[in-house]
């Protein structure tokens, strides 16, 4: 099975639960899998992971918070992402629902990643001004995230 057909699978596992994320992604049987495998295929799903974020149409809040623990799981270590995956996971998370506060923040991980990158497009910095507006300024949390948004989209 890829890596984008086990995030889908893992989504689809995820959304029954309702904050139930103590066991990190591997509680679920796809997480275990997405977890085990060699380093470009998590790459590849870290990308896919991003891509399968509910938008706010479709809010459902077991994925948020499951596909955020695996999101930030994944970004821990050194994955080998290009440019092409930097900007599709700041568009993904731009059109995303808000994250779930805490360990599954999955903007505050995006953003880690981008702070290491060299350099960011045009596109990267587009989606990070949305990322930024999207966030707004509600919590500590949300201004802080907001701020580095903008800082990385001004370099």
């Given at each position: 099975m890829t890596?984008e057909?086990?995030?889908?699978?893992?989504?689809?596992e995820?959304?029954p639960?309702?904050?139930?994320?103590?066991?990190?992604?591997?509680?679920?049987?796809?997480?275990?899998?997405?977890l085990?495998?060699?380093v470009?295929?998590?790459?590849?799903?870290?990308?896919?992971?991003?891509?399968a974020?509910?938008?706010?149409?479709?809010?459902?809040?077991?994925?948020?918070?499951?596909l955020?623990?695996?999101?930030t799981?994944?970004?821990?270590?050194?994955?080998?992402?290009?440019q092409?995956d930097?900007?599709?996971?700041?568009?993904?998370?731009?059109?995303?629902?808000?994250?779930?506060?805490?360990p599954?923040?999955?903007?505050?991980?995006l953003?880690k990643?981008?702070?290491?990158?060299?350099?960011l497009s045009?596109?990267?910095?587009?989606?990070l001004?949305k990322?930024?507006?999207?966030?707004g300024?509600?919590?500590?949390?949300?201004?802080?995230?907001?701020?580095?948004?903008?800082s990385?989209a001004?370099?």
């Open positions: 890596p057909k086990l995030v889908r699978a893992y989504a689809r995820a959304t639960l309702h904050g139930r994320g103590n066991g990190g992604p591997a509680q679920l049987p796809s997480g275990a899998l997405i085990a495998l060699d470009e295929a998590r790459a590849r799903a870290a990308v896919e992971t991003y891509r974020l509910p938008t706010p149409a479709r809010n459902v809040y077991g994925q948020r918070v499951m955020g623990l695996l999101a799981t994944l970004l821990k270590k050194k994955l080998p992402l290009v092409k930097l900007e599709a996971m700041t568009e993904g998370a731009a059109r995303a629902a808000s994250p779930a506060q805490g599954c923040d999955y903007d505050l991980a953003l990643t981008l702070e290491r990158a060299v350099w045009p596109k990267t910095k587009a989606a001004v990322l930024a507006e999207r966030r300024d509600g919590y500590a949390v949300d201004r802080r995230v907001a701020a580095t948004c903008r990385l001004e370099r």
